[in-house]
């Protein structure tokens, strides 16, 4: 298991140094116990807020994989992933996560989810600024009625 880590710890020192990526990496392993991907964080790279580890190792999965569905498979990430990356991985049926430093680690380097956390949880609804706009509905409901169709 150790290897999965330090794996994950060398894409993101390269991905460091080069100036990709802040400090964060995932390896995710198929049910055998090989490596498909190992990843640092991109976000620097790729200018996207969403370049987390995680979410670059189930996008380079899937993409490698040609699959949705990564039921199976077990992610190793450096340091314990945010709602978006504990999302994704939800999203694409990841059947187990380890990770090895804290959210407090990783607040104690300026990069703390606690906001996410608060609003995700109820405890700080104003932490994001979204409602539901009823009036949109109608124009939005072609949608469901288009997919309907499509999969009928
Ligand atoms: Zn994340």
Redesign the pocket.
């Given at each position: 298991m150790d290897n999965y880590f330090k794996l994950a710890c060398d894409a993101t020192i390269e991905g460091m140094q080069a100036g990709t990526g802040g400090p964060?990496g995932a390896t995710l392993v198929d049910a055998s116990g090989e490596v498909i991907v190992a990843v640092g964080n991109t976000v620097l790279r790729d200018t996207d807020p969403?370049g987390?580890?995680?979410?670059v190792a189930v996008r380079e999965a899937c993409a490698k994989l040609n699959t949705l569905d990564l039921a199976g498979t077990t992610m190793y990430a450096t340091c314990e992933?945010?709602?978006?990356?504990?999302a994704?991985m939800m999203w694409a049926g990841v059947s187990k996560c380890f990770f090895a430093s804290t959210r407090v680690d990783a607040a104690d380097n300026g990069f703390s989810?606690q906001h996410l956390r608060d609003y995700l949880d109820g405890s700080d609804p104003a932490a994001f600024d979204m409602e539901h706009l009823d009036e949109g509905r109608d124009d939005c409901a072609e949608i469901w009625t288009e997919f309907q169709r499509l999969n009928a």
């Open positions: 964060f969403s987390h580890a995680e979410m992933p945010c709602p978006m990356c504990v994704v989810d």
